[in-house]
Each structure stands twice: as C-alpha cells, then as structure tokens.
C-alpha cells in the first residue's frame, strides 16, 4: 500500500530523515511532504514574490499566508500527517498544522518528548498515536502497512 504523509513541525533536528531512511530501511512506498525548512526561506518568501514591506507586520502577513497555501495544499493531499513538537521553540505552525489536519479529517500522530505531553494534551487527545521517536513513527507505518 502506498501513503502520502505530511511531516510537520520542528525543524532544528533530523527527525524527518530519521523517518525516511526507516522508510527507506523497511522498504515502504511512501511520499513525503513537509514544509519549507530553511527559516530564511520561509520567511522571506513573501517580499521575494510579493515585494518589499517596511513593517515586518506585513513581511510576516505575506509570509504566513503563502507558506499556508503551501501546507494546506499538501496536507489535503496526504492521507495522514506527522507533527513534531520540539522543546526548545515555540511551534505555532505545528499546532496550526495539527488542527488543520483534524478540521480535514486527516489522521495524526503526534512526536514528542515526555516533558510536553501536559501541554499537548488537547492535541494528543485529537492523535491517533502519541510517540516519542521517530522509529516509532516508522514502526506504526511499518504495521498500517501490512496487507
């Protein structure tokens, strides 16, 4: 069986490669998705196809609503989506991501550290699986894989 998956969230660790080679490793045919995960690319995406703006406001604004055509355009398109919750920042597009992919109907696993399961716990509740690795994410597509 073949599954288009959306990885989203955190984008300072290897998560997302740790993912595919399981993938890779396990011999299953998925197709990956995730946003744009260079910051400077992200974030300057707006002004580059929009122009210049003096306010950041409005540099954010463009931004944001181009990098969400993107994600949603892509989480549409995959049949369950992966959110990464990391610890050191502050993952407002995670969460959005995750509601999104509830308000689409989409199935979600949450990855995350122990520590952050009590500020989670709405967005938990709403995923199917809860993980803490990425060779879990792995496992559970491993064994949904299975005919």
Do not use: C
């Amino acid at each position: 069986m073949t599954y288009s998956i959306y990885l989203s969230g955190e984008i300072h660790s290897n998560w997302r490669e740790q993912i595919q080679m399981g993938l890779d490793g396990h011999h299953l045919d998925t197709t990956i998705y995730s946003p744009v995960t260079d910051h400077e690319d992200s974030d300057s995406v707006g002004v580059d196809i929009l122009g210049a703006e003096e306010n950041p406001f409005w540099k954010d604004h463009k931004a944001a609503k181009i990098n969400a055509l993107r994600t949603t355009t892509l989480i549409k398109r995959a049949d369950f989506i992966v959110v990464r919750f990391g610890d050191k920042y502050r993952q407002w597009n995670a969460a959005f991501d995750a509601g999104l992919a509830i308000g689409l109907g989409k199935p979600l696993i949450t990855l995350h550290a122990p520590e952050l399961t009590h500020a989670l716990k709405e967005i938990d509740g709403a995923a199917l699986a809860v993980t803490e690795t990425p060779a879990q994410v792995v496992e559970i597509i491993q064994y949904i894989s299975q005919v």
